[in-house]
């Protein structure tokens, strides 16, 4: 290994003008920060393993001396002596009863800030919690360590699209900064920072906007993408420069993938939940394995309850959150189900998840018991009939409900095309029924998801 930084996007004034110092504080911690992951994640496996076993020997200890709720589940057992397979699993509302009678673990006295934070409630009741400034930080700091583990280019621009209600005649809002690399600035030179929040936006200046300066790295969820394909080509995103598609919040559907493999634009998914972060990053090489951020997180499936998709067995999707002090995520369901294997095709050394899915997002359960995957384009509804907003749930092995917002009513025609299209994806034996609305409920669901099985 030799350390040669004659390629490095260093900046014209990377350095300090400070009397014996080389590098700005705020700059050479970021950039270490981003040096501890990348050596954690890419190095020593087995360093890597005491490194997990020491932080959660840590954290056991943490919750031991604060958490009553925490010592009945840990049991009489020294933290050092505790098998983490052996504990109980933590279920949504063992949380929800965690901090309803005890708060946060971290308390003003100890050095260092907690604030609250919330799911978005996509999968029922929003959970509340509370994190740390140390969580947040290193949030930012993972993401930005992905671009260096893939020597991805600095230089980009990076744009980031949004669907938020915003309150602007366009049905947008736009945020441009001079730089997306935070405290690394002005030490490593990148593109600009560009965020695009949208809500039934004027398309045509939309895409003007997306047009004026190379898009770089776009970070966005796939249904954005997939909303705007029903509007221009994919081609518009190549004359905008677009280097890669970086996912968030949804999985991707492999058309899409397909498509934009096929004008040299990669997909890269990232897979995270709100209550812990970063879970795990794509594979470059193999699409749909996920690295798992060994940094942050320990992973397990659940031995009990699998599902077979196909041929495929999933288990339930266990996270052990190594930095959850505030409100604890050990052994946490999140939800999912997923495979894993102790390391990627690719030849990567650490825990990689597969066959990823979210079980009331992204499956469906037929009359048989059978399951199989979910995934519906609104670019396929709306083929089918014109509308502002949709939304499909499971309500019952053998029924699903579509929901369809417009001014107008349906004619039977166009109800009776979107019934047929969705009933395509559900398979045989179950019924849709679909529904117009001049609005949909949807409580307290902040992501609003195109769809959601009641019944998983």
């Not at 700005?24 to 911690?29: D, H, S, V, Y």
């Not at 509308?387 to 029924?399: A, K, M």
């Not at 902040?446 to 959601?452: A, D, E, I, P, T």
Request: with cysteine; charged share 25%; proline share 6%.
């Amino acid at each position: 290994m030799r350390f040669d930084f004659s390629d490095f996007p260093l900046g014209n004034r990377a350095f300090s003008a400070t009397p014996m110092a080389f590098c700005e504080p705020a700059a050479i911690g970021a950039l270490g920060a981003v040096m501890e992951l990348a050596l954690l994640e890419t190095g020593n496996p087995r360093a890597r393993e005491h490194w997990q076993k020491v932080q959660l020997r840590n954290l056991l200890t943490h919750l031991a001396q604060r958490s009553a709720f925490w010592r009945r589940r840990i049991g009489a057992a020294k933290p050092s002596d505790v098998k983490l397979a052996a504990l109980p699993v933590l279920s949504r509302k063992d949380v929800l009863d965690q901090v309803a009678a005890e708060g946060s673990l971290l308390t003003g006295q100890d050095p260092i800030r907690v604030q609250p934070n919330s799911t978005s409630g996509s999968s029922g009741t929003p959970l509340s919690f509370f994190i740390s400034d140390m969580n947040v930080r290193y949030n930012l700091m993972r993401s930005l360590a992905q671009y260096f583990i893939e020597g991805r280019d600095l230089t980009l621009n990076r744009t980031r699209i949004t669907s938020l209600p915003v309150s602007n005649p366009r049905g947008y809002t736009v945020d441009v900064s001079d730089t997306w690399l935070g405290d690394m600035a002005p030490m490593i030179r990148s593109g600009i920072n560009k965020h695009i929040a949208y809500f039934h936006p004027d398309v045509p200046r939309l895409r003007k906007e997306l047009e004026s300066h190379p898009i770089g790295y776009l970070v966005v969820p796939p249904r954005a993408v997939e909303t705007l394909l029903s509007h221009f080509g994919p081609e518009v995103f190549k004359r905008a420069g677009t280097a890669m598609i970086v996912t968030l919040a949804e999985s991707v559907d492999p058309e899409l993938r397909h498509t934009f493999d096929g004008l040299g634009i990669p997909i890269r998914a990232t897979y995270s939940c709100e209550e812990v972060g970063p879970i795990g990053m794509e594979c470059p090489h193999h699409p749909g394995h996920y690295h798992v951020a060994s940094s942050n997180v320990i992973v397990e499936i659940a031995r009990d309850d699998a599902t077979r998709l196909g041929d495929i067995r999933l288990g339930r999707l266990l996270v052990t959150h190594l930095h959850s002090y505030a409100t604890p995520f050990v052994r946490y369901d999140v939800g999912d189900v997923a495979s894993l294997a102790d390391r990627c095709p690719c030849g990567h050394e650490g825990q990689t998840l597969s066959n990823v899915y979210g079980r009331s997002k992204g499956l469906v359960k037929r009359p048989d018991g059978s399951v199989r995957s979910f995934y519906m384009k609104s670019h396929d509804l709306t083929e089918a009939a014109a509308f502002e907003e949709f939304r499909i749930r499971q309500t019952g092995l053998d029924t699903m409900v579509v929901e369809i917002v417009r001014a107008t009513p349906l004619t039977p025609d166009e109800a009776e095309r979107l019934r047929a299209v969705v009933a395509s994806h559900a398979g045989e034996g179950v019924a849709v029924e679909v529904r117009w609305a001049l609005a949909i409920d949807w409580g307290q669901d902040k992501k609003r998801l195109g769809y959601r099985s009641e019944v998983l």
